[in-house]
Structures are given as C-alpha cells and as structure tokens.
C-alpha cells in the first residue's frame, strides 16, 4: 500500500518562505528503483495543476511558468523524500498542495511530466496561505 505524507504547510505573508516535504511509503520497489514525484496544488473552484516535478533517477527538474525561479523541488536523503522550497511567496500560490509519485520506465532520466491524470499515488495534501 503506498502512502505519499505531506508536511509543512500553513500561513505566511506575501514575499515569504515555506517548506513543504513529502515522503513516500509502501512504493514498489520491486516495479522501479526511480520515480516521478512531484508536486501539485489546487485552489478552490480551480482545477489542480501541476507546480513542480523531479525524476528520482536523474534529478532532473520540471517547474510550471509562474513558479520559476521562486520554488525548487529537491529529493530528500532518504529514498522517495522530496521537498519543495517557496520563496517569495504571492496570494496566488494560495492552495492546497498535493504530493504525488508514479512510476518511471526502466532508462527515462528526463524531466517529469506535470500533469495530474498521470500520477497514480496522491497524498492527503497540505495548506499554503499566504496573505497579509
């Protein structure tokens, strides 16, 4: 059974800092010794969208537009952690956000997709305020 554990959400004034981690349990080591993880946020009355994505294998790392250069996504020292470090926070990035994983074939090492419908494993999710 695998269980994806959100931490480290909560408020914050406009232009400051959270960080957010995730690790993930129960993964079928067996099926892939990599995944994509990534994370995904959703306010209310929209849809959820892909923020940030990292292959465990290769590192590499893919970012949604109104987050570059404000948000990293980084692998944890254990296997399957991920966290994800927002500076500069705006009202906008208001959300809840969501930790997810899915498997990765055997030799990809590119960037990870963002897209929600293609992750298999979601966390309960966390909330990010960020307001005056």
């Known amino acids: 059974q695998v269980q994806l554990v959100e931490s480290g959400g909560g408020s914050v004034q406009p232009g400051g800092s959270l960080r957010l981690t995730c690790a993930a349990t129960?993964?079928?080591?067996?099926?892939?010794?990599?995944?994509?993880m990534g994370w995904f946020r959703q306010a209310p009355g929209q849809e959820r969208e892909g923020v940030a994505s990292?292959?465990?294998?290769?590192?590499?790392?893919n970012y949604v537009d109104s987050v570059k250069g404000r948000f990293t996504v980084s692998q944890g020292n254990a296997k399957f952690t991920m966290t994800l470090q927002m500076n500069s926070l705006k009202p906008e990035d208001t959300a809840m956000y969501y930790c997810?994983?899915?498997?990765?074939?055997?030799?990809?090492?590119?960037?990870?997709?963002?897209?929600?419908?293609?992750?298999?494993?979601w966390g309960q999710g966390t909330h990010v305020t960020v307001s005056s």
């Open positions: 129960g993964y079928p080591y067996y099926y892939s010794s990599a995944a994509c």
């Open positions: 990292i292959n465990t294998r290769s590192g590499s790392t």
């Open positions: 997810a994983a899915k498997s990765l074939g055997v030799a990809s090492v590119g960037a990870c997709s963002l897209a929600p419908h293609e992750y298999n494993y």
